[in-house]
């Protein structure tokens, strides 16, 4: 399915009302239809072997059926530790597929419940606060030189050793490393 297909087809349309102004000083209630197409939620339970394996699997999919198009990017996003197993060796194999324009892309956003300071696009592990961390930073893809010289562009401290990868990212963080690390290459 193509992402223009999702963004048209939400799952549900939900009726919600909002404040604006009226015109003359006050405000009024006014309501719209917003989009959801994802329910979250939570049940206790990381199971990210088999989602990476899902993702693996529908890559290499669209892979052959596009083999000469620009290397998807996968932004996995978790809050949690896998539950099912080690998912490092699923991760090599994402990491492995490609076009043949180049490699996939595999980043990583940690949204983790520790107080630690947040970090994104970092070049080594030494900063991370905890095993799990470390494991999903080593997870991730290094950033291509496209993606390095946009996160560059934002300020980012990057080296050739930085990687897809983001701890502990507020929600402006986290859109920003989305943003970037989805960037279709620019010819500069």
Do not use: K
């Not at 890559?59 to 530790?81: K, M, N, R």
Request: hydrophobic content about 40%.
């Amino acid at each position: 399915m193509r992402i223009s297909e999702i963004a048209f087809n939400p799952a549900v349309l939900e009726s919600r009302t909002e404040r604006v102004p009226d015109g003359a000083g006050g405000f009024i209630e006014q309501a719209y239809y917003f989009p959801v197409w994802v329910d979250p939620a939570h049940a206790g339970e990381t199971p990210m072997c088999a989602a990476l394996r899902h993702v693996q699997n529908a890559l290499e999919q669209w892979i052959a059926e596009h083999p000469g198009s620009y290397p998807p990017t996968v932004v996995h996003i978790t809050d949690g530790e896998a539950t099912d197993g080690d998912p490092t060796a699923t991760a090599g194999a994402i990491r492995a597929l490609g076009t043949s324009d180049g490699p996939v892309s595999f980043f990583n956003l940690h949204l983790s419940s520790t107080a630690a300071r947040p970090l994104t696009f970092p070049s080594s592990d030494v900063d991370l606060p905890d095993d799990f961390a470390r494991m999903l930073f080593s997870m991730s893809s290094p950033l291509p030189d496209s993606i390095r010289r946009e996160a560059a562009t934002e300020g980012y401290a990057v080296t050739p050793a930085s990687r897809g990868f983001a701890f502990n990212a507020d929600l402006g963080e986290t859109i920003r490393f989305i943003d970037i690390g989805t960037r279709v290459a620019t010819i500069r």
